[in-house]
């Protein structure tokens, strides 16, 4: 008789058991959080929170070597593990790069003290900006970051990586205003050097973030922090 109301007991908690708790785990399964919870290490919650960013992967950021404002080699594994903003622009830019650097500041400011985050500002104009020259430039824009780096090397190098590598226009034309042309655009690069981008109104991607302009600013400024998160 002990045996038997031992039997129903156990029945029952099962019972219960099944009653409240199933269901929710096949919810659970459904929304793709069965394996989240307190006491999961990051590694599930970053992966559920990757797939909901939203951020279209672009293709890799091609590999550099090149020299910073402190005279150190800066290569593409130096920001391995950093979500980081790359552009291209000269020192004595008369036109579009003051207004690029300030909007760069923007951002950098939002991020400062991040050691996830970084920036790269690459000269197209590498003969006049010399590591020197780009420290003196970093100094005045009043730079905090550790990890922005202004980048110079040969310009042939320096042409291929805009053009083919980044896809981001760069020449030099004697017709216009400081002797060089390039993309008023900024790249959005990932943790693991994939550049990304949001799509437009159409469901197409941007692909780049226009650095001239006040909302691709917030825009990016906004991918960011879904990419740090990842």
């Known amino acids: 008789m002990m045996k038997n109301k031992s039997?129903?007991?156990?029945?029952l908690v099962i019972l219960v058991f099944g009653i409240i708790f199933i269901p929710k785990i096949i919810e659970r399964i459904k929304d793709g959080s069965v394996i989240q919870g307190d006491r999961i290490d990051g590694v599930s919650n970053h992966r559920s929170k990757s797939a909901n960013t939203g951020l279209v992967k672009i293709g890799p950021e091609p590999a550099f070597s090149l020299t910073n404002q402190d005279n150190k080699t800066i290569t593409k594994k130096d920001y391995a593990g950093k979500v980081h903003v790359v552009e291209f622009f000269f020192s004595?830019?008369?036109s579009i790069c003051p207004k690029m650097n300030q909007n760069m500041l923007v951002i950098?400011?939002?991020f400062l003290g991040n050691p996830n985050f970084g920036i790269i500002s690459i000269t197209i104009n590498p003969d006049t900006?010399?590591?020197?020259?780009?420290?003196?430039?970093?100094?005045a824009l009043g730079v905090a970051s550790s990890n922005w780096n202004f980048l110079t090397g040969k310009q042939d190098y320096i042409y291929d990586l805009a053009n083919k590598g980044f896809n981001l226009y760069a020449?030099?034309?004697s017709n216009v205003s400081g002797g060089f042309e390039h993309s008023g655009y900024f790249a959005l690069v990932d943790k693991e050097g994939n550049i990304r981008s949001r799509k437009d109104k159409n469901g197409n991607p941007i692909i780049y973030y226009n650095g001239l302009?006040?909302?691709d600013v917030k825009a990016i400024i906004k991918d960011i922090k879904k990419l740090l998160n990842e």
Not at 7 to 11: K, L, T
């Open 92 to 94: 004595t830019c008369p």
């Open 129 to 139: 900006d010399t590591p020197q020259i780009l420290k003196k430039h970093a100094e």
């Open 108 to 110: 950098e400011k939002e």
């Open 213 to 215: 302009e006040k909302e």
């Open 171 to 173: 020449g030099q034309n």
């Open 7 to 11: 039997y129903i007991g156990v029945s």
